[in-house]
């Protein structure tokens, strides 16, 4: 099973500007996601994909060489991933290299280890469309919506049960996708039925989404080197 490794990275962000190459505990925070790849092939087969010279810059000075400057129109804040895997796929394949399977890595899960993603891969099989990581969701115990009345309605615990007691959910935590090419260039992201689920713990499924985001994973970063 051939494997490219794909770490998105626009430069567009808003809620945190430079976000993908702005230093988290000492790095940018693009690096966790290079290591987590380096760590599982080599640097032919990861490719960064981003509109962006200054994250480019950042990440050839980190000795990884960045393949192609990803196109104005799947840059912008209505393209989407879908998008951006089609054309660095169909790049590689106009070089001849064909690959099966793509590991999708997005920067915002810094705390994401190799381990994870071997575990992911190990559920894969070919007659799949995806593996992804997910967190368990404790949502389904509160999540309410307001009814004509204007009051409010539980959505899933209609009868107040305790949460352990309810039926499980997940939550797509954005740190692993394994994606079957074939089905992806056939059905699209939005097509899949087949996906199986790959359970990681609330701690290392944090996404930075927010500053407070960044701020709790530089937190329990400095406290792990502090224990070094």
């Known amino acids: 099973m051939k494997i490219l490794y794909v770490i998105p990275a626009r430069g567009g962000s808003k809620g945190i500007p ?3 190459i702005k230093p988290l505990n000492g790095k940018p925070l693009i690096y966790y996601s290079i ?26 000075n980190y000795g990884l060489k960045v393949p192609f400057k990803r196109p104005d129109n799947i840059a912008t804040d209505t393209s989407t991933t879908n998008d951006v895997l089609i054309h660095a ?6 070089k001849g290299d ?3 399977v793509v590991v999708l890595l997005q920067p915002t899960s810094p705390l994401r280890k190799p381990t994870h993603v071997k575990d992911a891969l ?5 007659d799949m469309e995806m593996v992804v990581s997910v967190k368990e969701s404790h949502a389904s115990s509160v999540l309410c919506s307001e009814n004509e009345d204007g009051f409010l309605e539980l959505c899933f615990n209609k009868f107040g049960k305790r949460r352990q007691d309810l039926k ?14 074939k089905q992806l260039k056939e059905k699209g992201l939005s097509g899949f039925t087949k996906t199986k689920k790959y359970i990681m713990d609330e701690f290392s499924s944090i996404d930075i989404d927010i500053p407070l985001d960044w701020v ?7 406290n792990q080197d502090s224990k070094i």
């Open 216 to 222: 709790i994973v530089e937190s329990i970063l400095k």
């Open 122 to 126: 190990d559920l894969y099989t070919n």
């Open 89 to 94: 796929i169909n790049f590689y394949e106009a």
């Open 35 to 60: 290591d987590v790849a380096r760590l599982l092939t080599i640097d032919e087969h990861i490719c960064v994909s981003t509109d962006d010279e200054e994250i480019i810059k950042v990440v050839e």
């Open 18 to 20: 430079h976000k993908n």
């Open 98 to 100: 064909f690959y099966d």
């Open 168 to 181: 499980s959910y997940y939550e797509y935590n954005g740190a692993v996708y394994i994606i079957n090419i």
